[in-house]
């Protein structure tokens, strides 16, 4: 039988001798955020040598998430290497590619002969640079599509939305995620009484289709300066069922400014009998989280253990998942994440949160490995 231990360092139930994960992962984003221009340069140099070296990025994988995540290091010189070793992947290498190499590649995407796998590639790559030259090739492959997209499960528009962008049925460019992000971090109780952006607060409520207590995923008071840049004129409260969000493909609310929402439950919800306690909603309502004071870079969550933000970008532990809008048919817009283990304990993966200003939806998913 495992003997339960406990974290070194923050007292947290574990299976082993040591540091927990979560504390691991915060120990190194301190280094990261204490690191030095020199230093920082230095790492990024690194990266450049193993690219050059092996044509691969294996070793300094994490280092590399790290940077562009708690840094938003300039990707320059890495795209140079990985384009000269042919190397696509992670696609946020070529975040700030230089112009010549961005046209190259779209020179490659455009042509009919190109492999399939890499045409993918190409199209993250590029989705992830984004620009008015990459966003013109875009509706040009959807509209009169190259040969190799018959191998391929979706369309450009779906692969720009990994780069926080997309485009309506018209060809209008729409962004799919906001540039400013905040991490939401511990506090106490008390400091989340007074939080602009709370996680699981009870509304003693059921919900119509498995019976499980509602909970508003997320109070979100977009009147608090620091959240200006969502468009929220008022407090919304993103409510939902915590049970149809595991076991449904997506589930909405309709949201008021003045803090009234209604729960639509998705398909695939239903009477469940190995649904969440109650007790979960006890814990999921005792967390402790508050909105951080001050921004981040917008990839600052998009890692394994990367917690829980609002705005940004999200760590998709499957595919990005953009819904559109039940009601106007548009892309949604990527609002928040939450790590699911930070706030149950015992449980995996990720709840996402997307929204339509326009309608006043918000649509909620779930992702684990």
């Known amino acids: 039988m495992v003997k339960i231990q406990h974290c070194k360092q923050c007292g947290r139930k574990i299976f082993f001798d040591g540091i ?29 040598r193993e690219i050059m070296e092996t044509g691969d990025l294996e070793e300094h994988w994490g280092l590399f998430k790290n940077l562009l995540g708690y840094r938003d290091i300039d990707t ?6 990985a384009f000269q070793k042919g190397l696509f992947y992670p696609s946020e290498l070529y975040k700030d590619a230089p112009d010549d190499i961005t046209a190259k590649m779209l020179e490659m995407v455009m042509e009919d002969g ?4 890499l045409a993918g590639k190409l199209l993250l790559c590029l989705a992830v640079h984004g620009g008015e030259d990459v966003f013109q090739a875009f509706l040009e492959l959807e509209r009169h599509p190259r040969k190799w997209r018959e191998k391929l499960y979706a369309n450009p528009s779906v692969y720009a939305t990994y780069g926080g962008w997309s485009y309506d049925k018209d060809g209008n460019c729409l962004e799919t995620n906001f540039k400013e992000c905040y991490p939401m971090v511990k506090g106490t109780l008390e400091e989340k009484k007074k939080s602009p952006v709370k996680i699981g607060v009870k509304t003693g409520e059921t919900c119509p289709s498995c019976g499980c207590a509602l909970v508003n995923l997320m109070e979100i008071d977009g009147s608090d300066p620091r959240l200006s840049f969502l468009g929220i004129s008022g407090t919304a409260k993103a ?10 493909d997506s589930t909405f609310c309709r949201y008021e400014v003045n803090g009234e929402s209604r729960y639509f439950p998705g398909e695939g919800c239903s009477m469940a009998e190995d649904g969440p306690e109650d007790q979960w909603v006890e814990e999921l309502a005792s967390n402790c989280y508050v909105l951080g004071k001050d921004p981040v870079p917008p990839r600052y969550a998009a890692d394994w253990e990367g917690g829980s933000s609002v705005g940004g970008f999200g760590f998709w532990i499957q595919d990005c998942e953009i819904k559109l809008c039940p009601d106007c048919g548009k892309p949604m817009k990527y609002l928040a994440q939450i790590q699911w283990d930070t706030v149950l304990d015992g449980t995996e993966g990720n709840a996402y949160l997307e929204i339509c200003r326009d309608c006043r939806i918000i649509a909620f998913l779930h992702q684990q490995t």
Do not use: H
Request: with cysteine; aromatic share 2%; net charge negative.
């Open 20 to 48: 927990c994960v979560a504390c691991q992962t915060e120990n190194e984003r301190e280094r990261i955020l204490a690191m030095p221009k020199e230093e920082l340069a230095a790492a990024v140099q690194s990266i450049c």
């Open 76 to 81: 320059t010189e890495l795209a140079k290497a």
């Open 114 to 117: 190109t492999d399939p796998m």
């Open 239 to 248: 409510k939902c069922c915590p049970d149809c969000l595991i076991y449904s």
